[in-house]
C-alpha cells in the first residue's frame, strides 16, 4: 500500500483527535443516532489491490519462477446498512463496486536484444468487483463527538472481468481468474458525529481464503504451469456517511 496515503490518514485521524480533547464540553452532536435500530448510509474511498502467489517447488528456479505485481490505486463506491446489537457492537453489511487494476510480469518472456517482452510477459488484469462483506463493528464507549472503533469479518466478491468462462488463455493473450472468492477482512476507524450526519474514515485489511487463478489449460505453460495457487488481498481506505 503506498505508504503516504496509510500516514496521511492516520495523521488526520490523530489530530483531529487531539482538538477534539482539548474541547472539554464540546457540543454533542447527534446526541441519540446511536440508538437507532436500524440506520443507512454511504462510502467512497480508495483501493489496493496485490496478488500472493504460492508456487509449485521445481530444484534450482527459486529466482526465475517469481510473477512481479505492479500495483496501482482503485476506487470504491458503496451502501451501508447497520444494525444495532447494543451500545458498543453493531452489524454491518457494506455491498459495493471496486474497480483496480494490477499488471502481471511474468518470468522468461524476452525480445532477441534482451529487453523485457511486454507482449507476451505482460498481463493487465483489470477487475471490477461486486464485494459484499458481512462486519461486526465494536467500538468504545462514545467520547464527545468522536468514538474509536475495529470492524473485522467475512466478505465475498464477484468479479465481472474474471475471463473464467473463456476459452482462450494466456497463449492468445487472455489472463483469466475464477469469477467468485473469499475472504477474511479486519480494521479500524473512528465516527465523527457532525452536526448533520456521522462521518467515519476507515482503513481496512483484506485477505483472500480461496484460490482465484484459472490455470491455462496446458499444463506446463510458461504463465500459470508453476503456480499453485493465487490470493488477492487489498486494503481499502473508506470514508462514510450514515
Not at 467512497?44 to 500495483?71: C, H, M, T, W
Request: aromatic fraction near 16%; include cysteine.
Amino acid at each position: 500500500m503506498n505508504k503516504t496515503l496509510l500516514c496521511a490518514f492516520v495523521l488526520t485521524l490523530l489530530s483531529y483527535n487531539a482538538s477534539a480533547q482539548f474541547n472539554e464540553n464540546p457540543l454533542i452532536n447527534l446526541e441519540n443516532f446511536d440508538k437507532q435500530p436500524l440506520h443507512w448510509g454511504y462510502f467512497l474511498g480508495i483501493n489496493q489491490y496485490d496478488f500472493k502467489f504460492d508456487y509449485r517447488a521445481y530444484d534450482n528456479q527459486e529466482s526465475l519462477r517469481d510473477v512481479q505485481v505492479n500495483k496501482s490505486i482503485g476506487f470504491n463506491v458503496g451502501l451501508i446498512g447497520d444494525l444495532r446489537l447494543n451500545d458498543y457492537m453493531n452489524l454491518r453489511l457494506e455491498p459495493g463496486l471496486y474497480y483496480t487494476q494490477r499488471d502481471l510480469y511474468f518470468p522468461g518472456f524476452y525480445n532477441p536484444d534482451g529487453s523485457f517482452d511486454d507482449v507476451d510477459g505482460l498481463r493487465q488484469v483489470k477487475s471490477t468487483y461486486i464485494h459484499v462483506p458481512l462486519l461486526l463493528k465494536v467500538g468504545t464507549k462514545r467520547m464527545g463527538n468522536i468514538k474509536p472503533y475495529i470492524v473485522g469479518g467475512l466478505s465475498t466478491s464477484m468479479n465481472l472481468g474474471s475471463n473464467e468462462s473463456s476459452r482462450e488463455d494466456n497463449r492468445e493473450g487472455k489472463f483469466r481468474m475464477k469469477k467468485q472468492a473469499y475472504y477474511y477482512e479486519i480494521g479500524f476507524g473512528i465516527d465523527f458525529y457532525l452536526y448533520y450526519f456521522k462521518f467515519s474514515p476507515s482503513i481496512r485489511g483484506v485477505f483472500a481464503l480461496t484460490d482465484e487463478l484459472k490455470p491455462d489449460d496446458n499444463p506446463a505453460s510458461p504463465w500459470t504451469g508453476n503456480i499453485e495457487n493465487m490470493y488477492s488481498r487489498a486494503i481499502f481506505i473508506n470514508l462514510t456517511f450514515e
